[in-house]
């Protein structure tokens, strides 16, 4: 019995944890490799995170610059059912459409595909004993999320997302 619920505990934390990333982990990588936010040759809008940190909010700066997770189901647009599109916080630009946006049950806003492909970057994410796939914003580098294969169809996808890392413009 013990054996049983020692699994099933792991098991739950495990899936807790699927889109979460501790930001200490984050701010240790980037102390040792030069910050995406700040690199000019892969992200051409790239800036210093001194920028950055003038231009976000607190939280949109922890998501997007630190890489860090916002608390599911305590952020603003995870159950948001507004008809718009949601922007990046940090350029304004449109990456996600509420026409793509679903209910996966995480508690973050979660959607099945990006308005443009070529907005978003997939990027390898080995921190916290994981490996996931990270969401950037492709013009910049920021963290945005990170995407799973068991969404529904037509993509398969599961965007799972930060709601700091956008702004919600809804439709008129």
Request: aromatic share 12%; proline share 6%.
């Given at each position: 019995?013990?054996?049983?619920?020692?699994?099933?505990?792991?098991?739950?934390?495990?899936?807790?944890?699927?889109?979460?990333?501790?930001?200490?982990?984050?701010?240790?990588?980037?102390?040792?490799?030069?910050?995406?936010?700040?690199?000019?040759?892969?992200?051409?809008?790239?800036?210093?995170?001194?920028?950055?940190?003038?231009?976000?909010?607190?939280?949109?700066?922890?998501?997007?610059?630190?890489?860090?997770?916002?608390?599911?189901?305590?952020?603003?647009?995870?159950?948001?059912?507004?008809?718009?599109?949601?922007?990046?916080?940090?350029?304004?630009?449109?990456?996600?459409?509420?026409?793509?946006?679903?209910e996966s049950g995480?508690?973050?806003?979660?959607?099945?595909?990006?308005?443009?492909?070529?907005?978003?970057?997939?990027?390898?994410?080995?921190?916290?004993?994981?490996?996931?796939?990270?969401?950037?914003?492709?013009?910049?580098?920021?963290?945005?999320?990170?995407?799973?294969?068991?969404?529904?169809?037509?993509?398969?996808?599961?965007?799972?997302?930060?709601?700091?890392?956008?702004?919600?413009?809804?439709?008129?």
């Amino acid at each position: 019995m013990k054996k049983i619920n020692f699994w099933t505990t792991s098991l739950l934390l495990l899936a807790l944890n699927a889109c979460s990333q501790n930001p200490n982990s984050a701010k240790q990588q980037r102390t040792t490799t030069s910050s995406s936010s700040e690199n000019t040759k892969l992200y051409p809008g790239a800036k210093p995170d001194a920028h950055w940190k003038k231009v976000l909010s607190a939280k949109a700066y922890e998501i997007m610059v630190n890489k860090g997770t916002e608390a599911p189901y305590k952020n603003p647009y995870w159950d948001n059912h507004k008809k718009g599109i949601y922007v990046s916080a940090a350029t304004d630009k449109p990456l996600f459409s509420s026409d793509a946006k679903f209910e996966s049950g995480t508690g973050w806003p979660s959607f099945f595909q990006a308005i443009d492909n070529k907005a978003i970057k997939i990027v390898r994410d080995n921190s916290n004993g994981m490996i996931r796939d990270e969401v950037v914003e492709t013009s910049t580098g920021l963290h945005l999320g990170h995407v799973f294969n068991d969404g529904p169809e037509p993509t398969g996808k599961r965007y799972c997302m930060n709601s700091y890392a956008f702004k919600f413009i809804p439709s008129k």
